[in-house]
């Protein structure tokens, strides 16, 4: 199993990010697939969910109506797409999966910080 985050970067409060997830190694289209983040010094920070076929999705109530997930299950890929980006959305963001139960994997992840 193995999950690829990129897009992360440098932005001033309020622009917006598309993160990118890339999947391989499991059969990425029956998977719930999620986004976490973890700021420098805390515990990670569970952002959203998918499932499997994208009917259905979830957030954590300080991105609603910032953030949007998606999948596109014919390329394994995840996204996140973030906007109004805001000061406490700095962290590293991770996609993250089940493969099996009991074992959870997530990527190396990728750096977003929001300051002006």
């Known amino acids: 199993v193995q999950l690829v985050e990129s897009g992360g970067g440098l932005v001033q409060p309020g622009d917006s990010l598309r993160l990118s997830c890339v999947a391989a190694g499991f059969t990425f289209s029956t998977k719930i697939m999620k986004w976490v983040r973890q700021a420098q010094g805390k515990g990670p920070e569970w952002v959203s969910t998918?499932?499997?076929?994208?009917?259905?999705?979830t957030y954590t109530t300080s991105v609603k109506g910032r953030f949007t997930i998606s999948r596109d299950n014919a390329k394994n890929t995840l996204d996140l797409q973030m906007n109004n980006l805001k000061p406490e959305d700095t962290s590293v963001y991770y996609c993250?999966?089940?493969?099996?139960?009991?074992?959870?994997?997530r990527g190396q992840g990728t750096q977003v910080t929001v300051s002006s």
């Open positions: 993250s999966v089940t493969p099996v139960v009991g074992s959870v994997v």
């Open positions: 998918i499932t499997g076929d994208g009917t259905f999705t």
